[in-house]
């Protein structure tokens, strides 16, 4: 693998100022993340600077990469080409950089939709992209304490602006944003029950 500054050259080249300073910015949050939760920080770093590197690449082109990666999308993913960059961002990755480490291409892969089972890193980055440092949604300072608390907290307050949004518009909801919210709840459910 490459430095994170290396990655940072080849990022640059692929999208506008505003995604680049966001890569970056997720980035550097990931690390702080990582620091804080005990996690690999140069992994976090590198997943943080690529998690968008294909975000700006024409939707075509990332069906493409979909494709060639053996990758078939689910009905919600072929109707939601939001989703596509990150599938597409995990493929590439692997294809055109020699990434090879599972932990770095799922990260990618689900930091829009998170899934069940994540890992300490595949969740440092689903924070990171919510809370870098240009985000100024409502509620993103009430997320960013969330993440210094705990993650899992943080996600599900990711998860109500997502769900509400799209329930709003009423878009589809993918399983794994569903999968990952329910372990999350059932998961603090036990943890009340036990500390009855």
């Known amino acids: 693998m490459l430095s994170v500054n290396e990655y940072k050259k080849i990022i640059k080249a692929r999208m ?5 300073t966001h890569s970056v910015n997720v980035s550097k949050e990931a ?9 690999d920080e140069e ?23 979909i494709l060639d990666g053996g990758i078939i999308l689910d009905s919600i993913q072929m109707n939601a080409p939001k989703l596509w960059h990150s599938i597409s961002g995990s493929v ?11 932990d770095i291409l799922n990260a990618i892969k689900y930091h829009t939709t998170g899934r069940a089972g994540m890992t300490l890193l ?19 300072s009430t997320m960013r304490k969330k993440s210094r608390k705990s ?7 990711g998860f109500k602006f997502t ?34």
């Open 92 to 102: 590439y990755v692997q294809k055109e950089l020699g990434i090879e480490d599972e």
């Open 163 to 196: 769900f509400s949004d799209l329930s709003k518009r009423e878009l589809a909801i993918h399983p794994d944003e569903l999968h990952c919210y329910n372990e999350i709840v059932l998961q603090n459910l036990s943890v009340k029950g036990k500390g009855k």
């Open 31 to 39: 690390r702080k993340l990582a620091k804080l939760y005990g996690a």
């Open 43 to 65: 992994k976090a770093a590198i997943a943080g600077i690529l998690h968008d590197i294909t975000k700006e690449t024409p939707k075509d082109e990332q069906l493409q990469i």
């Open 122 to 140: 595949e969740k440092i980055i689903f924070i990171a992209d919510f809370t870098s440092e240009e985000r100024d949604y409502k509620g993103v």
């Open 151 to 157: 993650l899992e907290e943080a996600m599900l307050y």
């Open 16 to 20: 506008g100022d505003y995604r680049y």
